[in-house]
């Protein structure tokens, strides 16, 4: 059934109703209720409500002096509206949020098909992505797809993970892993950005919203919280000790999220904000392995340049220079700036920009056609990031022995 056809069932229309107020009965001794509601659902079955509280007196969308008239007569009463209690009044009434139809859905969204990834990401700040890639997609991280083999066979036992933290050089694949492997375990893949949530009104609200969320649903998923050093508060921001909370928390008996079928991926470009601001966040046990995502080694590299080039049809870039040829040609040029004399001068992300550089090439020479010349030319064009941000990316280096270097 689907959620349309759902709303022109009497039957599930009082079975939601029922879900989400019941809970008030056991409240029977609170005189004063306001009940916080979008769904038009509650408003067009005021009735049914009526007649479900028969002991109170059940008012919507009040107005202020209409809110004063009513508890001039101390007599219980419900208030629903779609608006907050107003302040005058919170001293004496207890207000309540209820939810809506679909969860994240209100019915009248539903009604005029509006989407549920557009109704998170504007709501909860959460966008929900069904990736296309596969971990094939992926060059090199070998440690890292090992170590998600074991996890996943570790979850068919009932193991509930906590989470991987990948941290790096920008540039290595640390947003399009747990892209990929979104895609190969056929799983939504959930972007949390606490920096839409910050600015919000209610960051705290819309935080336990999203994993409230989250905990309600049925199904398997991959959350990716990306380049969280930039949304990292000092020591006493409570957005961030409520994230580790919950974090520290996951797959605990005693966790309040005992639903979430999640898979967690934070990653960060750099430490020295999560260092400064939020040490504990890195403490072992708020995820189950941390990784330092690395520039690739050489046969690494020469794996993602065939990846890419058999992906982009530039075979004939192969018969026009032997690919360990332009690698010590690339390796040359920036090899001063490399601090690590074991790893490829360039990102996975590089390797990529510069074929799809040659692949432009080809098209737009196609009547000269494409040289060796051409092909050596867009080394300069590519300058590394080892190269134009060498101070910090020696610094991000520095730190790899901290976690399993991939």
Known sequence: MTMLEALNDSNN???????????????????????????NLYYEEIYYIRKKFYWLRVEAYPTEEEVREVLKERKGVMFIAPY???????????????????????????????????ALQERLG???????????????????KEYVALLQKAEEQGFN????????????????????????????????????????????NKLNQVFEFLNSQNERMIL????????????????????????????????????????????????????????????????DELFFVNLPTFDMAKSIFEMYIK?????????????DELMVEIDNTY?????????????????????????????????????KEDILGCIKLFIPIITSAKEGIDKIAAQRDLFVEI
């Not at 969280?228 to 797959?251: F, H, N, V």
Request: hydrophobic share 40%; aromatic share 8%.
């Open 13 to 39: 229309i009082k079975l939601f109703l029922d879900k989400k107020l019941d809970f008030l009965i056991e409240k029977n001794s609170t005189n004063f209720i306001w009940l916080y509601a979008k769904d």
């Open 84 to 118: 907050h209690c107003p302040d005058d009044f919170k001293n004496l009434i207890v207000e309540f949020e209820v939810g809506n139809f679909d969860g994240v859905l209100t019915s009248q969204e539903i009604e005029l098909g509006v989407s549920r990834a557009k």
């Open 126 to 144: 959460i966008s929900v992505i069904d990736s296309p890639y596969k971990l094939s997609d992926v060059g090199g991280a070998d440690k890292l």
């Open 161 to 204: 993970p906590k989470g991987i933290f990948l941290v790096g050089i920008p540039g290595t694949g640390k947003t399009f892993f747990p892209t990929c492997l979104a895609g190969e375990l056929n799983r939504p893949l959930i972007m949390l950005n606490l920096e839409v949530l910050k600015e919000s009104g209610e960051p705290l």
């Open 224 to 287: 990716l919280i990306d380049e969280i050093e930039k949304m990292i508060g000092d020591a006493d921001d409570p957005l961030t000790g409520r994230l580790m909370t919950i974090l520290s928390a996951l797959g605990d008996k005693g966790s309040e999220y005992k639903n979430l079928k999640l898979l967690i991926f934070a990653t960060a470009n750099s430490l020295n904000a999560i260092l400064d601001k939020q040490p504990a966040f890195l403490r072992r046990g708020r995820f």
């Open 311 to 323: 992906k982009l049809d530039l075979n004939i870039l192969t018969m026009l220079i032997d690919l």
């Open 335 to 371: 090899r001063k700036d490399n601090s690590q004399p074991n790893k490829f001068c360039y990102t996975p992300a590089e390797i990529e920009s510069f074929l799809k550089r040659v692949a432009f090439l080809r098209l737009a020479k196609s009547e000269q056609g494409l040289s």
